[in-house]
Structures are given as C-alpha cells and as structure tokens.
C-alpha cells in the first residue's frame, strides 16, 4: 500500500475509501433516475436525496484527494435534465411560498451544474 503524505487521504486506502464513497453516492442518484419518476418530485425522498447526493459529490471532488471520482459530463447533464423536467412538472402542485420556486430552481441548476464542470475537469487530465 502507497503512502505520499501525512494526510488522511494521502494514501491508496484512502484513494479506495472515497471511490466507494462516491461510487455508491453516484449509484443512489443512478438507481433513483432509473426509477419511477414519481419518486423524483420534490416532496419525495430521491426528490430531495438526489441533490443532496450530487451535492456531496461536488464538495468530495473539491476536496482534490485521489479516488474522488465524479462521472461524465454527459451523464450529470442527463441527470438534470431529467430531475428538472419532473421538478418543473411537479413543484406548482405544491403550491410553494412566493419566491421559493425561483430560488429552488436556481439552487437546483447551480448543484449539477457544478457537478458537470468538475466532471468535465476531472475527465479532461485523463
């Protein structure tokens, strides 16, 4: 096992912990865009988990540390727009607060919009 440095991700176990930590976060968003669509909406679980999880991939790759791994962008931008389409279709329904729907949505592009940039710069150095 390789060790370059005193931190505790400077190692190749470490390396091996965040790819499955990322690895399982991008397989919840997987199997949640895979599945009934009506999970997706925003009063739902996946609803609400998705952007969470594609939150924490985003603070994760950040961080720069070896084995923090962030799909391509491609498929982030599949995610978003499928999550979008059921948010867009759905949040009205809930009748949410003035200026709420605005912010959300905002707040909802930045997070995979975030995604796909560190994707696509994690993916141009390979």
């Known amino acids: 096992m390789g060790t370059w440095g005193s931190g505790n991700f400077d190692s190749d176990a470490a390396a091996d912990h965040l790819l499955g930590i990322t690895g399982r976060l991008v397989s919840e968003i997987e199997e949640a865009m895979a599945g009934d669509p009506v999970g997706l909406e925003p009063d739902e679980y996946d609803g609400v988990a998705v952007p969470c999880n594609v939150e924490l991939l985003c603070l994760i790759a950040e961080q720069g540390h070896v084995g923090a791994s962030v799909p391509e962008p491609a498929v982030v931008a599949e995610w978003k ?29 930045r997070t995979f919009d975030r995604l796909v940039a560190l994707g696509e710069q994690a993916h141009a150095v390979r």
């Open 81 to 109: 727009k499928t999550f979008m389409d059921v948010w867009e279709r759905t949040i009205d329904g809930l009748e949410p607060k003035q200026g709420y729907k605005e912010d959300r949505r905002a707040e909802l592009i």
